[in-house]
């Protein structure tokens, strides 16, 4: 019978253990809160103090031709673009509302007409009412259009400025996304959004927010496209009911538009307010020339070592 051999004995698995030491709690300082500064009123001294202001009104910085001070800034542009679209939007409205009026005065003729005959005369300056106001509303449309698009531009540039930074959107993309059709319907918001945002000075890493007044333009911007784009079908239709209603889409057109005008006269003249809040015929130029009643200053005695 062969002898039985013990089995090896099996060595323990040395396992590599890291010792990690950690402060106990408490053994780091806490760090201070920082405490809110309390507004503690003006800075006040024992004798008046020397220094100062030097004793000049205000006055525009005198431009001097072939260096930058004589180049016209973004915000003066927008001041004088702002003081020509309001006039040009309020008066576009006003015409707007007229082409309105016209076109219902006619309706009511038309339906006059379906029990008893009209007067030649009536209807006579009817029609040239209609085609005047419809004209001249056409016509002027263009007007206001291109200077709001013009003021766009500029304002995007005078926010970009007064931020510091590059505007978010290309110039050329900002022309497409505003002038193509079916395209601006719904690209338009985020550029006035984006332009809104940054008249605000919020930062770019927030996500642009727009304004109740940012969004009711944009809706009547909406109701304005859609109720051209229903004159335009309805015009191909026939029949006197066809007319008629033709009749009502254009004057509910020349409101919207109206309605259009007078919102984007609203949204320009806050953000230019925003932008360009100071105007110069606004500004007075006020200087001391004598203070009665107050009481002699407790001035020091003057050092003899003292310059002044």
Known sequence: MPPVRPAPMRQPARHRVRWVASPPPGAWPRRREPVAEHYSGPPSYPVPPRWGFPNLVWRRPTAVPGTASGEVTAGERLRVITRSLLPVLWTFAALAVAASASEIWRYVLLVQSRDSALSTSVVSVSDSFVITTGLLTTILSLLPSGLTVWWLLVARHAAADASGEVPPRPQ?????????????????????????????????????????????????????????????????????????????????????????????????????????????????????????????????????????
């Open 172 to 308: 050329w993309q900002v022309l497409v996304f505003t002038l193509v059709p079916v395209v601006n319907l719904i690209m338009v918001l985020p550029i006035v959004a984006e332009l809104e945002h940054a008249v605000l000075r919020r930062t770019r890493e927030t996500r642009p927010k727009p304004s109740r007044l940012v969004v009711s333009w944009w809706g009547v911007w909406m109701l304005n496209w859609v109720l051209l784009g229903l004159v335009v079908v309805w015009r191909f239709r026939d029949g006197v009911q066809a007319l008629a209603d033709g009749v009502v889409l254009v004057a509910l057109t020349d409101l919207a538009a109206a309605g259009l005008a007078v919102v984007t006269a609203l949204l320009v003249k806050r953000m230019s307010g925003l932008l360009a809040p100071v105007v110069e015929k606004r500004l007075r130029l006020l200087r001391v020339l004598k203070v009665e009643g107050a009481p002699d200053p407790d001035r020091r005695a003057r050092p003899a070592s003292s310059m002044r």
